[in-house]
Every structure is written in structure tokens, then in C-alpha cells.
């Protein structure tokens, strides 16, 4: 699976961005794809995660706390494209932002990854 992250870009604090996962192959709603970032000087720390679309937990999300309330993860199974909705960004959420998928939302499942997008956050 090849994965394809966009959308990033340089907001005021207060703002908000839309950043696009785009997947190839045929299977991607047997995926899970989750959002990670890394912050200058500061390790990979995970994001969120929306489940793959034919389990009994199909769609399912998860968010990181830094992020819960703020960011919406989803996905349109007929574009191959998870979406991150980010907004009340802040200053903290500078970073770039990757995407991967796997089986199931867990680190050790997601073996395929995307190149990040920079997202600046001013105050």
C-alpha cells in the first residue's frame, strides 16, 4: 500500500486544516489508517485512528488526548482517502503530520507509510 498525505500548510492559532490520506490498491476499506506527527526536537507521537470498514468495529476512531475535541478523523472508502479535520489549532499542534495503515489500529500492525506534510501552527 502506497500512502500519500496532503493538505498541511502554515494557520494561525485559532485556525483550522483538513489534512488528506490517499491510499492505493484495491482493499482500503480492509484498513485501518491512523495519523501520527512528530514535533521538532520530540518523538513520533500517535494522533488518531479510524478502523477498517468491514469488521464489527467498522470505523471506529480514536484520538489522542492532546488532540480529542478538536481533531475529526474519517474515511470515504470510495476515494481511498482518510481525512484529519484539525481545528482550535495551536501552537503545540506544529509538527509534520504522517499517515499508515495496517489490519488494525495498533502500532505494531501499521506497516505502510506515508511522506509527512508540515503543519505550522503561529500564535
Known amino acids: 500500500v502506497q500512502l500519500q498525505a496532503s493538505g498541511g500548510g502554515l494557520v494561525q492559532a485559532g485556525g483550522s486544516l483538513t489534512l488528506s490520506c490517499v491510499a492505493s490498491g484495491s482493499t482500503f476499506e480492509k484498513l485501518a489508517v491512523a495519523w501520527f506527527r512528530r514535533a521538532p526536537g520530540k518523538e513520533r507521537e500517535w494522533v488518531s485512528c479510524v478502523a477498517a470498514g468491514v469488521r464489527a468495529s467498522a470505523g471506529t476512531t480514536g484520538y489522542a488526548s492532546s488532540v480529542k475535541g478538536r481533531f475529526t478523523i474519517s474515511r470515504d472508502n470510495a476515494k481511498h482517502t482518510v481525512y484529519l479535520q484539525m481545528n482550535s489549532l495551536i501552537p503545540e499542534d506544529t509538527a509534520v503530520y504522517y499517515c499508515?495503515?495496517?489490519?488494525?489500529?495498533?502500532?505494531?500492525?501499521?506497516?505502510?507509510w506515508g511522506e509527512g506534510t508540515q503543519v505550522t501552527v503561529s500564535s
Open positions: 499508515a495503515s495496517g489490519a488494525v489500529c495498533h502500532t505494531n500492525a501499521l506497516h505502510d
